[in-house]
């Protein structure tokens, strides 16, 4: 790697961790050129602006994420195997406070960024998207191989998922609850256990016609 | 009730319709004169300042979530008739595109705040605990009537239902999700049902010892 973008790599290294702390909005150039001891000239030859330096920060946060929490998931075989290690690789990124706080940055980016359309914003959300596609996929493929009940509503399951780490984020950061991390546990475990085929005896769809 | 309270009562309202839209950081006094036709300095006859201004929205809010969400509620009896009104009276008020919006100011507030701590924060904070215990507590008098289950962890029902609503606030604003009405409906559904006694064939303790 040429010394530019070496330097490039750690400059971004320096701005994920100020993301992570403070919010993408709170990632400025002023703060960052403190950090990493360079003058704001100096970032300039590196970033056109604050625009593509929070968007190289995102673009490093979904990177990250994807390392941790999706890329390993996928050596683990098809199936409820490969589903319960993306809930537990997300359970562990979620408790991690190092620098890869990659998913933690587009949940609070996509919060920040709520009422400002634009290409972050876009970015941002569809990051979440792909996300969300992949754990339907990954819940659809243990439907086929006989892990998951075939009247699973993979969606649904990505929607619960990801409501449920939205959760973890308000409780624990909101809210300053002491069980967020058993809890999410917890409804990750019962969300696992109301989708395999062995551990429940129900029919959704035969319960909703009795109720009419 | 006195002109001046009247005048009041009017004045909280428009002022919840607009942090209903905009946040309540979007709620200035200018932009609260603008609406009501007032001058600045008439707003100021009311309230001392922006600080006040918002925390008596935020009051307004959490009455307005307690009128129409909580109190009906208990008119059902207890047990499980009174929880599934808490949830249906609640999915009914995020769908109200009128001027009930406390629920959804409330949330919106504790996120702007997030960062600032002070009294708003800490209102907005406690009401969700409030919340969050309500909902414990009628949870827990379905067990004792005999409608959930004895091993239900009242505690995660609450939780796992105040982050299914915290996911359809975030599928809905952020990512745009067609579906988000759906799917929350059907996470409540789900939700009571693995809470029922009658529906559901597990035991979880035993399951967890037997992976050990």
Do not use: C
Not at 119 to 139: G, S
Not at 161 to 183: E, I, Q, T
């Amino acid at each position: 790697m040429a010394v530019a973008s070496q330097t490039k790599a750690l400059i971004l290294d320096a701005a994920v961790k100020i993301a992570s702390r403070d919010g993408i909005d709170g990632l400025t150039i002023g703060e960052l050129a403190k950090a990493v001891g360079m003058s704001k000239s100096g970032l300039f030859a590196h970033f056109k602006g604050k625009d593509q330096l929070q968007l190289e920060v995102l673009q490093k946060a979904r990177d990250q994420f994807v390392d941790v929490v999706l890329r390993p998931a996928f050596k683990f075989s098809r199936g409820e195997p490969r589903v319960k290690a993306m809930l537990k690789n997300w359970l562990e990124h979620l408790n991690d406070d190092g620098t890869l706080q990659g998913g933690r940055i587009l949940i609070a980016a996509s919060i920040e960024l709520d009422d400002r359309p634009g290409p972050l914003r876009d970015f941002a959300k569809n990051v979440q998207k792909d996300l969300i596609t992949n754990v339907e996929k990954a819940a659809r493929i243990a439907v086929d191989e006989g892990h998951f009940r075939k009247d699973l509503d993979v969606e649904l399951f990505a929607w619960s998922m990801y409501s449920h780490v939205l959760g973890y984020f308000h409780f624990k950061r909101m809210l300053d609850d002491p069980k967020a991390d058993l809890h999410l546990k917890r409804a990750f475990n019962t969300l696992l256990m109301m989708s395999r085929v062995s551990d429940v005896n129900i029919d959704t769809k035969d319960k909703n016609k009795r109720k009419k």
